[in-house]
């Protein structure tokens, strides 16, 4: 099991900056691939980036790309992070923590575990 606590949501104005945090604890050495992932109101679920625990290769999706970085704290590898630049309120959503033990699929919301969310809410 893997249990993930989401942190660093919040509101902010177009233009400015957030960093998620996502602290992952249990088989934590058993993570291929961590992501994060948002769903804003009526939306589904979409990929936002996506990090391989081991090597730390990334996958972003195009609508964030050049603005959001998904890194993990290399010493721990426990601790994944998203750093959100040029905010839009396109943006705004339920943002969502989630880690993979098997075969990682990309920006496919079917991760095996999931956190409980942060909300991030960009005004314009």
């Known amino acids: 099991q893997v249990r993930l606590v989401e942190s660093g949501g919040g509101s902010v104005q177009a233009g400015g900056s957030l960093r998620l945090s996502c602290v992952a604890s249990g088989f934590i050495a058993s993570m291929n691939c961590m992501g994060w992932f948002r769903q804003a109101p009526g939306k589904e679920r979409e990929g936002v980036a996506v990090?391989?625990?081991?090597?730390?290769?990334?996958?972003y999706a195009d609508s964030v790309k050049g603005r959001f970085t998904i890194s993990q704290d290399n010493a721990k590898k426990n601790t994944v992070y998203l750093h959100m630049n040029s905010l839009k309120s396109e943006d705004t959503a339920m943002y969502y923590c989630a880690a993979q033990l098997g075969w990682c699929p990309g920006l496919s919301a079917t991760f095996g575990y999931w956190g409980q969310g942060t909300q991030v809410t960009v005004s314009s």
């Open positions: 990090i391989y625990t081991d090597g730390g290769s990334t996958i």
